[in-house]
């Protein structure tokens, strides 16, 4: 039984460019565009997790319009995608979540072994190439057996908050330029959609 991978992207507690801590606003690229990558990638659920009620409508509004019969007859591979799309109002209804699905198939499921990306070296990160290995190798933690889900979060703005971290078993090392390219840079502005697709390929790509 293989492990189930979620993806959750937070829209708080997210910082701006000042250092305050904020709710972001959901964008309809982010919603397409990241169902698109875990649809390839074979994400079972993808949350957007957002505390704000319009926001909620919003995210309903977007996905139940993909839902519909003309949607799935003129875009299938569309609606396919965002079919994995789930909304949450916190991180931790996300996570029950994901975890009450895995138990669906498997009930002796552990919860979610929570990673997340960012674009500062934090410390204690794993490589993709470490993740992936841990994967396939079935040791995310020392109660896995190969079947424990995986989470893995996404912040928008200018990255999710310090007060987010406690809920965090292992951060990722920043998404870099290699020293292959002439014009490698120290720049890492990527947007959360790019930083995603790269991300998911990098941990399940042939």
Not at 98 to 126: C, H, I, T, Y
Request: aromatic share 10%.
């Amino acid at each position: 039984m293989k492990r189930k991978i979620f993806v959750a992207l937070l829209h708080a507690p997210i910082v701006n460019r000042h250092g305050k801590e904020v709710v972001t606003a959901v964008t309809n690229l982010d919603i397409h565009d990241i169902a698109r990558s875990c649809k390839t990638y074979g994400i079972a659920r993808y949350f957007i997790v957002n505390p704000e009620e319009e926001q909620e409508r919003l995210v309903h509004a977007i996905v139940g319009h993909w839902h519909g019969e003309v949607s799935k007859v003129h875009h299938p591979s569309r609606a396919q995608a965002l079919e994995l799309v789930q909304y949450a109002r916190t991180f931790r209804e996300a996570f029950n979540e994901a975890g009450r699905f895995s138990r669906l198939e498997n009930p002796q499921a552990l919860n979610p072994f929570v990673v997340m990306p960012d674009a500062k070296p934090l410390e204690g990160a794993w490589s993709y190439a470490e993740l992936r290995r841990q994967c396939v190798e079935g040791r995310l933690s020392e109660a896995d057996d190969g079947t424990q889900p995986l989470m893995i979060v996404f912040g928008t703005g200018w990255g999710i908050s310090p007060a987010f971290y406690p809920e965090v078993h292992r951060f990722l090392k920043p998404l870099r330029a290699s020293a292959v390219t002439s014009n490698a840079t120290r720049y890492n502005h990527l947007s959360v959609r790019a930083a995603a697709a790269i991300v998911l390929d990098r941990l399940f790509g042939e």
